[in-house]
């Protein structure tokens, strides 16, 4: 964050190179993390050891393996590492396919949002006067209204289903990035190499994508790093209060929501073990995130 | 500073009448309500005699004109299913969600200002990187799902706290520190980050190279800059707060009107939802308008305009 590079500026001038990227400077061990759960996600029908659906009523809830004592629960052997559900699904299994809905809400939304916000905030920023006037107040509303709220509306209204979450959280996200291009497009613009590009007669679009663009992305890429994790818990929250992905999907918010009905049976781990692969993955991310931001720009993006 | 008010409640209920005209619209997208509330075996005449009961016989121009007007007497219609007026309903059940909302951010503030202090003043060090660590677990962590490990071990294993209702002071310290904990996290964070800023600034420095105590200069003239954005940060948590208080509210068994407005959403009672949208607007325009002021009054150098 800021910190650093306030406390070297006092000391030391920084120089350029300082701020590049060295392999010792990466955060090995969540991108570490992260590559294995993408990898466990993409490869999921290879790696998990039941069909997250299979259904057994006969071995419903069987213990976490290390919860095992004497008869009850179910010998590991059989593969059931973290328990079963009520339904006798394999809850490692349904984890494995749970971390793919996420990954792809969280990717597959954030996209959305960048490629509605980005040319929304370029134009916005180029144009200026009223155009950007009326862009902005509309991204004040968007922002200031909770997308937890607009969400569940309209997906009540418009019912639920995997692809639906993803458009919805995808086209609600669309202010931050639309903010985020416009700021510093309007910095950007009385830059020198703009004006060049312009008395060049560079088309707009052109000075717009190929000139400006590519100095913008830094400052998208931080916030995507903000935007994945905040996605994937949106739609875990979603599914968790019922309206978002159909109860077929593994989708570890539904996962959680299902054996929370069970909690005070003493049937913890059906709620609890889901919870934590969503943490890890989310956890990771958000460290990434954490270090993009200090490395690529501490000064510009705060919190 | 009366023309900069003016504008801004001018401003505000521009916002508000856009809001509330969007849920309006999105209502109508929805669905024939009728659908809903109609059982299998009525009849197209009962069918009609119900929507006519409810107003939804009238053209739509009718019906938001209606609405507008009754919107600006308080008065939202009738829940489709319990029979009351919705906008009461509503009501009703704010206080309660208002009390999470407000006990969760107290804890979020008396617990993140300091922290967050605590790991700028140490900046560098073990503290700050174990705060630091432990403060991206927490907004990591699944706010429903913190609820639940909350319920399991106070009131499932350890029978300390109670899990739902809101009956006694103890009933809020679960579901207000569920609410809590991102916040706590995330203000640890912004505060570091704002008091950097400051603590790296001239004036600062001028402090210090006066003689004043470095405890002087830190909490003093430091942390009261370092405020400002903060102040702005709380403002728009609210809307944050609100959000997770569905969640809080549906796990906690939180008697607020976020569960019922959720019910209503399942069942499409489309005077709840619009009574708890006006509710929302209200709150966010009033929010924001206190922001901007308390802006003015901590930074004198923000001129009204």
């Known amino acids: 964050m800021a910190s650093v590079s306030a406390q070297t500026a006092a000391q030391q001038p920084v120089s350029p190179r300082k701020r590049a990227i060295h392999w010792g400077n990466l955060p090995w061990p969540s991108i570490l993390v992260l590559i294995s759960l993408v990898m466990v996600a993409i490869f999921a029908p290879l790696i998990s050891p039941h069909n997250p659906r299979e259904q057994d009523i006969l071995l419903q809830f069987a213990r976490p393996f290390w919860r095992i004592t004497g008869t009850a629960g179910f010998p590991p052997e059989a593969g059931y590492w973290l328990g079963t559900d009520d339904l006798g699904r394999d809850i490692l299994s349904n984890i494995i396919y749970g971390l793919r809905i996420s990954l792809l809400v969280g990717f597959v939304a954030v996209t959305i949002s960048l490629v509605i916000g980005t040319p929304v905030g370029l134009i916005a920023g180029f144009r200026r006067g009223r155009t950007d006037d009326i862009i902005m107040r509309l991204v004040d509303i968007q922002l ?89 818990l949106l739609e875990a929250t979603l599914s968790f209060l019922g309206l978002g992905v159909s109860i077929t999907t593994p989708s570890l918010g539904l996962m959680v929501a299902r054996g929370y009905e069970r909690l005070f049976s003493g049937v913890w781990w059906t709620s609890v073990l889901p919870g934590v692969g969503l943490m890890i993955l989310v956890l990771s991310i958000n460290l990434l995130g954490d270090w993009l931001r200090d490395t690529l720009d501490p000064r510009k993006l705060n919190a | 500073m009366s023309t900069f008010l003016i504008k801004r409640l001018f401003q505000a209920v521009l916002a508000v009448w856009i809001v509330v005209t969007l849920v309006f619209v999105l209502l109508q997208v929805a669905g024939n309500p009728i659908d809903v509330l109609a059982p299998d075996d009525m009849t197209q ?88 660590f432990m403060s991206v677990i927490g907004i990591s962590a699944p706010t429903f799902w913190i609820g639940i490990l909350f319920i399991l071990v106070f009131s499932v294993q350890l029978e300390w706290l109670p899990s739902s209702g809101n009956a006694s002071w103890q009933h809020y310290i679960l579901p207000g520190f569920t609410l809590a904990l991102y916040r706590i996290a995330f203000f640890t964070r912004m505060v570091r980050s704002s008091m950097l800023d400051v603590l790296s600034q001239d004036f600062v420095r001028t402090g210090r190279s006066k003689g004043l105590s470095e405890r002087l200069v830190t909490y003093k003239h430091a942390f009261r800059n370092a405020l400002v954005p903060v102040i702005t940060i709380v403002g728009l948590q609210f809307g944050s707060l609100l959000s997770g208080a569905v969640v809080t509210e549906t796990i906690f068994a939180w008697p607020g009107m976020n569960r019922l407005v959720l019910t209503a959403m399942y069942n499409l009672d489309y005077p709840i939802i619009l009574s708890f949208a006006v509710i929302v607007a209200l709150l966010f325009a009033g929010i924001n308008l206190i922001v901007d002021v308390l802006y003015g009054l901590i930074d004198p150098r923000v001129r009204y305009g």
């Open chain 2, 45 to 132: 005449l009962q069918r009609q005699d119900l929507a006519r009961s409810l107003g939804l016989d009238q053209p739509l121009h009718i019906q938001y004109g209606r609405f507008l007007t009754n919107l600006v007497q308080g008065d939202l219609g009738i829940s489709y299913f319990s029979r009351q007026p919705a906008m009461g309903l509503v009501l009703e059940r704010f206080p309660a969600t208002l009390r999470l909302i407000l006990v969760a951010l107290a804890m979020a503030l008396t617990l993140g200002i300091p922290l967050g202090v605590w790991a700028a003043v140490n900046a560098g060090g073990p503290l700050d990187s174990a705060l630091r």
């Open chain 1, 144 to 232: 200031a209204l909770p997308t937890i709220l607009i969400a569940l509306g309209v997906l009540a209204v418009w019912g639920s289903g995997l692809w639906k979450v993803i458009l919805v959280i995808g086209i609600v996200g669309w202010a931050n990035y639309a903010r985020l291009v416009r700021g510093s497009v309007l910095i950007e613009r009385e830059k020198d190499y703009v004006t060049s590009a312009q008395a060049l007669g560079t088309a707009v679009p052109r000075t717009l994508f190929v000139h400006i663009l590519p100095n913008v992305l830094n400052a998208l890429l931080v916030q995507i790093s903000v935007d994945v994790p905040r996605v994937i």
